[in-house]
């Protein structure tokens, strides 16, 4: 099927200032008896803010695989008389930010394969580094002609986990996960079906969430619990890392492929997960309140209200203010529909900037010293032009606090951030961003206090983005993840419609840009 809109969905407070864009969201759901496309429809619904630009559902009657998908966000690519045609007893689903992989109707998820017995539908959140490794396998294994996804433009690194799933004549679906998830690197959480089981797989590192859930009749996996929440299962457990899972008509069983050594994304904590859901046992908002009342007492101020930059930095800004004494006051409204959109505004509008989407509520800040929280800075355009619009709404003083240390790395298991060379905190310190935004102070909370406030062990998480401290090794840079980017000619050939490269985005091509 054709492509509606060009994906451009955002929800940047500034338009063209780009944050850190989230991973994606990955749904699976055995029950038979159940309709299972509702199911997944609304479980992509809860794991929207993991991905907006395109969404996809496949499911299976037992005979025969269907999958419908498309740019935007899942309510646009979704109606009723898509979801009826989708039957079956099971389905898994995927919405998607693009890392590896241009934002194209070609690589949207979930992919499909044919397997010796059937067919493959798979959806992967993170990102792989060896990406490289992976092309000369499928290569090796099954010649130099593109096939299924590839020969059909899909240039992601999940593109070639389905070809390598797909490819073995010789061994069941399961049995063949079996041999090629150890062999793969970085960060995947998976769900992957055929016409029969599904299947759930976890990264031996566990940096992207996944989770159990029991229906009634059935079994749901997701990236996090409130999609749970949404179809009525009940949370089990995590998938744990390094785990596959299989659910069939016979049950239930899990397998391991690889040892588990923890390294969980402390930025799901920060950023990237729903307030509602726990991760490792720890609740996420609980844990950003208490990294509020953590940059209380590492920076405090005098000041008349402490005020959160909606959504993601309200839960610190609660605990600032429950640990400094100082009030706790909504002085921003902001507009949840503008940027949710295939329309881009036009220059007037554009010149607008931040109010498309925040505007001062003026008698409450109006001759106030404000605390404004959030949850990271990355080029600072955005709290630059914050500050000046809440001076300009008549505060009296300005003082920023932010709920993560200065990201100053490049992450390669998932999120986009802007290249090193674009992150403020690179070139500056602390005290000169403040100058730089315009605010009165500036203060970020330490690195010990967000760990803290996460109550997992240091070693078991990953906080490279804000160290440079990579815990899954990563390749020599000219074959790291996003190997694919630029390269003339590549090991898997031309295929049949004339396809010559393969090209990631931007975001994996920024990845790449460290000093």
């Known amino acids: 099927m054709a492509s509606r809109g060009d994906g451009l969905l955002s929800h940047d407070l500034l338009p063209g200032e780009k944050g850190p864009q989230d991973a994606c969201g990955v749904f699976g759901v055995w029950a038979p008896g159940e309709e299972v496309a509702k199911l997944a429809y609304f479980g992509l619904y809860a794991l929207q803010h993991r991905g907006q630009e395109s969404a996809g559902i496949a499911t299976s009657n037992g005979e025969q695989l269907l999958v419908y998908k498309d740019m935007g966000l899942v309510s646009q690519v979704f109606d009723e008389t898509a979801l009826n045609a989708l039957t079956g007893h099971l389905a898994i689903g995927h919405t998607r930010y693009s890392t590896t992989g ?19 539908a798979l959806g992967h959140n993170g990102n792989l580094t060896n990406t490289a490794e992976l092309v000369d396998l499928v290569a090796e294994r099954y010649g130099s002609q593109r096939r299924g996804e590839l020969a059909r433009g899909n240039t992601t690194d999940t593109a070639l986990v389905t ?13 063949t996960a079996l041999e090629v998830l150890p062999r793969l690197r970085g960060a995947f959480s998976l769900v992957f079906m055929d016409e029969h089981t599904l299947y759930a797989a976890r990264d031996p590192q566990g940096v992207r969430p996944l989770v159990l859930g029991r229906l009634e009749r059935g079994w749901v996996v997701a ?18 890392p390094g785990e596959l899972v299989a659910i069939d008509a016979d049950g239930l069983r899990s ?27 720890r609740s ?25 930059v909606p959504e993601s930095g309200t839960p610190a800004a609660v605990g600032y203010a429950a640990e400094s004494g100082i009030p706790f006051g909504q002085g921003l409204t902001k507009n949840a529909y503008v940027g949710r959109t295939f329309i881009q505004p036009s220059q007037t509008l554009r010149q607008l900037g931040i109010r498309l989407k925040l505007n001062p509520l003026r008698d409450v800040i109006r001759g106030k010293r404000l605390v404004v929280v959030d949850d990271s800075i ?21 003082h920023v606090r932010i709920s993560s240390p200065p990201v100053k790395w490049p992450c390669f298991y998932g999120i986009d951030f802007a290249s090193r060379a674009e992150l403020i905190a690179t070139g500056l310190g602390p005290e000169e961003v403040g100058q730089s935004l315009g605010a009165d102070s ?25 160290t440079g401290s990579y815990p899954i090794e990563l390749p020599p840079a000219a074959r790291i993840g996003n190997y694919l980017v630029d390269q003339s000619e590549l090991p898997l050939g031309a295929p049949e419609d004339g396809l010559r490269t393969l090209v990631a985005s931007s975001g994996g091509a920024t990845a790449l840009e460290q000093p």
């Open 378 to 398: 990355v080029r600072g355009n955005t709290q630059r032009a914050l500050i000046r619009m809440l001076r300009e709404a008549g505060a009296a003083e300005v």
């Open 255 to 281: 397998q391991r492929f690889a040892p588990a050594d923890r390294a969980g994304c402390v930025f799901e904590y920060v950023y990237l997960a729903r307030p509602d859901t726990a991760i490792a046992g």
């Open 102 to 120: 241009a934002s194209t109707w070609e690589n949207a998820q979930p992919t499909l394969g044919a397997t010796a017995g059937g067919t493959i």
């Open 442 to 466: 500036l203060g970020y909370i330490s690195l010990e206090g967000m760990i803290a406030a996460t109550q997992q062990p240091a070693a078991q998480l990953c906080a490279a983005c804000f």
């Open 284 to 308: 996420v908002h609980a844990a950003r309140v208490d990294m509020g009342r953590q940059l209380a007492r590492e920076f405090p101020v005098d000041a008349d209200l402490v005020i959160p």
């Open 223 to 240: 990236s996090e619990m409130p999609a749970l929440d949404i179809v009525g299962a009940s949370y089990v457990r995590e998938i744990e």
């Open 163 to 175: 070809a390598l799933l797909a490819g073995d004549p010789d061994h069941t679906l399961e049995a």
